[in-house]
C-alpha cells in the first residue's frame, strides 16, 4: 500500500512561512491499496487538494473512513470534488454513535448556516455507515476499527494488506486512562496498533504544554513515543502538529522522539504534506 | 472474534475507578472480578495487585457473599450479577467475608456499563459498609 499524506496539521488549518515545510492543512491520509483502491482517512482540508487530483480520474469508488467528527477532520468535505460530482460513490465509515445516525451528524457541519450547501444536495452517491465492531474487507486489505480514548466517540484505524500494517490514531490520548507503566492491554487502542509497521499518532504537545492541556484529548511526544514503544510499533509517524508548532519547533520535537525510541524500531518521521510512504509491495494495476 | 483487550469503555471505568475514593469494583462480561480500586481493598482486605482477576466462582469462594438474613448467595445473585443479567441498575445490600477475617455488611450500587445499546461490556459496583447495628 501507498500511503499519501494531504494533511497533517491538528484542531486548526494553520498556513504561512512558518509551517509551510510541514504544511497547514488538517487531517487527511490517503491510502492506495494494490489494487488501486483508494481509502481516504479523515476529511480535514488535505482532502481539498486530494479531490482535486482524483477528478481527474474517471468516477469510482472511495472508502472514507473518519476517525470523528471534530471540525478539524470533516471541515474539507465541502470541497472535496468527489462530492460534487456525478458518478462518484462514496462510502463514509465513522463512530458510532447510540442516538444519532452518521448522515445526519455529518450533515449538522454541512448544512446552514456552518456551510451554504446541504449534504443532501451533494450529486456523489454516499452511503454512511457507523464502523462494523467486526474487522472488514475493503478490496485487499482488511481494516478494524477500534474506539479510543479521546473527546467525544473516536475511532483509530488499522489497515493490514499483504502482512503490512499501517495504523491511524490522530487525536488520541492513551496515557489519559492508563500509567506508562501499565500492563499494555489497559492502554486505550493497544491491540489496535500492535506489531504496526508505521503508527500515525497524535504527538501535538510538548511535555509542558500537556500538563496544562490534560484531559484535551491529545497526547505529547514523549507519550506518542512510549505508545508506540509500547504497542511494539516499527516505526513513530509524528501527526497531528499543534496549530502553533513552527517547522523549526517540530524539528525540535523530532529530536527528542528520536532519542526515546529504542534501537529495534526505526526512527521516527514527521508526517508532512505530500509524503508518501510505500509498505510492503505498491500498486499494481 | 476474541478481544485482545478490554474495550475502552472498560478501560475508562478502571481509570475513573483508580481515582475514586469510594470502594468500586469492576466485573467483566461474564462476571469476572476485573479490578476493584484501593478503597474498596480497605473492606475486601487485601490490595488488587496481591489478588489480581479473579473468576466469578473464584471470589465467590474467596468472599462468601450472602444476604443479610445468612443465605448464601451466587455470584449472578449478588447486585452486581443481577446488574449483568438483568441490564439495569440494582441497589443492594449483602454480606461477606473479608480477606482479613472480618465479617462485613455493605450497601451496593451496581450499574451494568455498554459500549453499545446492546452491548454489555461489563459492570461497576460501588459500596459502603453499612454501620454496625447499635
Known amino acids: 500500500m501507498i500511503i499519501r499524506v494531504w494533511g497533517a496539521r491538528g484542531s486548526l488549518s494553520a498556513p504561512g512561512p512558518e509551517t509551510v515545510g510541514y504544511g497547514g492543512n488538517t487531517s487527511c491520509v490517503e491510502v492506495e491499496l494494490a489494487d488501486g483502491t483508494t481509502i481516504i482517512l479523515d476529511a480535514g482540508t488535505g482532502i481539498r487538494e486530494l479531490g482535486q487530483r482524483l477528478v481527474e480520474r474517471d468516477p469510482d469508488v472511495l472508502h472514507v473512513c473518519l476517525t470523528h467528527l471534530h471540525l478539524d477532520h470533516v471541515e474539507g468535505l465541502g470541497f472535496f470534488a468527489p462530492l460534487w460530482t456525478p458518478g462518484w460513490k462514496l462510502r463514509f465509515w465513522g463512530p458510532p454513535s447510540a442516538t444519532t445516525a452518521l448522515r445526519d451528524r455529518v450533515a449538522r457541519y454541512l448544512s446552514p448556516p456552518l456551510f451554504p450547501m446541504g449534504l443532501a444536495e451533494a450529486p456523489a452517491e454516499s452511503v454512511f455507515e457507523d464502523v462494523p465492531r467486526e474487522p472488514w474487507r475493503v478490496g485487499p486489505a482488511i481494516i478494524e476499527a477500534e474506539t479510543v480514548e479521546h473527546r467525544g466517540p473516536t475511532v483509530g484505524f488499522r489497515i493490514e494488506e499483504e502482512g503490512r500494517v499501517f495504523v491511524y490514531l490522530p487525536d488520541h490520548e492513551p496515557y489519559l486512562t492508563a500509567a506508562l507503566d501499565d500492563e499494555p492491554e489497559w492502554i486505550s487502542g493497544w491491540a489496535l496498533a500492535e506489531g504496526a509497521d508505521l503508527l500515525l499518532h497524535d504527538s501535538q504537545y510538548t511535555e509542558e504544554e500537556y500538563a496544562q492541556r490534560i484531559g484535551w484529548g491529545h497526547s505529547s511526544v514523549d507519550q506518542a513515543a512510549a505508545f508506540a514503544r509500547a504497542a511494539g510499533v516499527r516505526q513513530l509517524g509524528m501527526f497531528h502538529h499543534d496549530p502553533m508548532r513552527s517547522d523549526r519547533e517540530l524539528e525540535e520535537l523530532y529530536d527528542r522522539v528520536a532519542e526515546i525510541v529504542q534501537e529495534d524500531q526505526e526512527p521516527p518521521i514527521i508526517a508532512r504534506e505530500g509524503m508518501e510512504i510505500m509498505l510492503g509491495a505498491g500498486p499494481r494495476h | ?134
Open chain 2, 1 to 134: 472474534m476474541e478481544r485482545k483487550q478490554p474495550d475502552l469503555v472498560l478501560i475508562v471505568a478502571r481509570s475513573f475507578a483508580t481515582k475514586l475514593a469510594t470502594p468500586a469494583i469492576i466485573i467483566d462480561a461474564r462476571g469476572d472480578l476485573i479490578y476493584f480500586n484501593d478503597a474498596a481493598a480497605e473492606l475486601l482486605g487485601r490490595p488488587y495487585l496481591d489478588i489480581g482477576e479473579l473468576p466469578a466462582s473464584r471470589w465467590q469462594e474467596l468472599f462468601q457473599p450472602r444476604t443479610l438474613d445468612e443465605e448464601p448467595l451466587l455470584p449472578e445473585q449478588t447486585p452486581g450479577g443481577v446488574a449483568l443479567r438483568e441490564r439495569r441498575p440494582v441497589h443492594d445490600s449483602f454480606a461477606f467475608l473479608g480477606l482479613d477475617g472480618l465479617e462485613r455488611e455493605i450497601t451496593v450500587t451496581a450499574f451494568p456499563l455498554f459500549s453499545h445499546p446492546d452491548e454489555i461490556v461489563g459492570v461497576m459496583s460501588i459500596f459502603w459498609e453499612l454501620p454496625a447495628p447499635s
